[in-house]
């Protein structure tokens, strides 16, 4: 769960903490204190957008921290993520998030002491926390949205079944894509297939091998300058070479180390140093040796062979051919004809080919149909459970005759469309029966306000009984509600709140009676720049704030009665 909130610098909210518990947190205050900043701060801590407009001129930077509590089901996989990531979780199985926006747009975030990408902060918040608003409810008023939400609600086995489905959709629309690619575009096709096998033709011809540019350079600097190298080694092979002289004054350098190394050893048994040198002396013979071998053998191995040169000329003509039309070097011409082998696979457009595509196609497609028979088939099983556990909770909030159905119907598709899309084949709409023989219409058409609101919150909580996130955000849900709906609001949300942690933004006393933990957020206006904070209230306290949410009277001997039984309702409810 969340522990705590803490929200620097971010619309009315100079600098403020949430301490929050498990259970049923509420938050109320006054119309425009800054009860929506908590939301937005808890979305911007939880991966939302940064809004630099929302950020207070000073500091110039708003800050969201949070200390998030790993516990139940989804323990083990948040700190697995968190670790793998780089961040830390503290020994006592908490994680430390920050999100920092400045003015000028600037976002930052922080998870377990790390810096992070903000993307970290959202895959978080998907899997601990559920946001609902009333823009939710508008998301939910959208046929994709409400699909999503019977998949949802379906279970763990329905979602792998669409998992399944969606791969094997994609193959099959990539298999039929191609295929109708090649025929359409046969003739471009095989015209570039043509001049690919061109040009293939003409390298396989000439069959350039890695490197062989630079070895025929180098090979060609040798045979065009045979002579010079001939000579230049034979001096300095004569010039090594034991026994032979250079001239009749100049000893060779065979001849000179071996005297210097005569003369030091005949002084090494007065100073050792002098033998250890003679000793080195040696080994530069023996080097200079081996050097006068390897001498001989490339005279020996250098010839000027016109013939071969002329070869290496024809060949290097033909290599530069290549490297005129096809790349900057043979290792770019290569790579040119790999890359062209490979190409020629995809403008493959025979008969062979098509027809092998056309089988591929026609199984994919039966496979997707019954994949999607299957999809339709638990779509309204679940659609039949979900109905039903939804007209329920209806019942519950004041709207016992009222039922919700979820239609599950074939999707909209034109002439020549399959009737299957990426989802399925199908098209899914809640709809609202508000009384006994009242005709079955689409929540945004057969139900005002209030009624949405109640039929929403028994979505939600619907949802939240089929798993999900562990800490629920109910952001003014009760818009348009009040007497007994709001009682019974009130109940639900305290129910959930025996399995979640639930964190309610609400105008009701009558929901906030419920509350686990009350927060008030409170304006102060006495200062150059109105700011506001938040506050627990306790006791005498609290039954003050439902007074003034009651009457706009929080001294009033009457409204603090009301609320004082409102808080013993609310008890004696949550003790059942």
Known sequence: MLEELRITGLGVIDDTTLRLTAGMNVITGETGAGKTMVVTGLGLLFGGRADAGRVRADPGRAVVEGRLRLGGKLAGEVATRVSDAGGEVDDDGSVLLSRTVTIEGRSRAHVGGRSMPVSMLTDLGERVLAVHGQSDQLRLLRPAEQRAALDRFAGPEHEKLLDTYREAFTRWRAVADDLADRRRNARARSQEADLLKLGLDEISRVDPQPGEDDELRNEVQRLEHAEGLRVAAALAAQALAGGVEVTEETPDATQLLGTARRTLEAQAQVDPMLGELAGRIEEAATLVGDVSSELSAYLSSLDADP????????????????????????????????????????????????????????????????????????????????????????????????????????????????????????????????????????????????????????????????????????????????????????????????????????????????????????KDTGGAITTSGVRVVEETERARELSRMLAGLPDSDLGIAHAEELLAVAGREKRA
């Open 307 to 522: 013939a071969r040169l002329e070869q290496i000329y024809e060949r290097r003509a033909a290599l530069r051919g290549l490297t005129r039309k096809y790349a900057d070097d043979v290792e770019g011409v290569i790579a040119w004809a790999e890359q062209a082998r490979a190409k020629l696979a995809v403008l493959d457009s025979s008969d062979e080919l098509l027809d092998e595509l056309d089988k591929e196609r026609r199984r994919l497609e039966a496979q997707v149909t019954e994949l999607a028979a299957r999809l339709t088939e638990a779509r309204a099983e679940a659609a039949g459970r979900f109905s039903e556990a939804v007209s329920v909770e209806l019942a519950g909030l004041a709207m016992p005759h009222a039922r919700v159905e979820v239609a599950v119907v074939p999707r909209a598709v034109g002439k020549d469309e399959p009737p299957m899309g990426p989802d399925g084949a199908d098209e899914v709409e809640l709809r609202l029966l508000a009384h006994p023989g009242a005709p079955s219409l689409p929540l945004q058409k057969g139900a005002s306000g209030g009624e949405l609101s109640r039929v929403m919150l028994a979505i939600e909580v619907v949802f939240a009984g089929a798993g999900g996130p562990e800490t629920l955000v109910f952001d003014e849900v009760d818009s348009g509600v009040g007497g007994t709906a709001a009682v019974e609001i009130g109940k639900r949300l305290a129910r959930l709140a025996r399995t979640h942690q639930v964190l309610v933004v609400t105008h009701l006393p009558q929901v906030a009676a419920f509350a686990d933990r009350h927060l008030v957020v409170a």
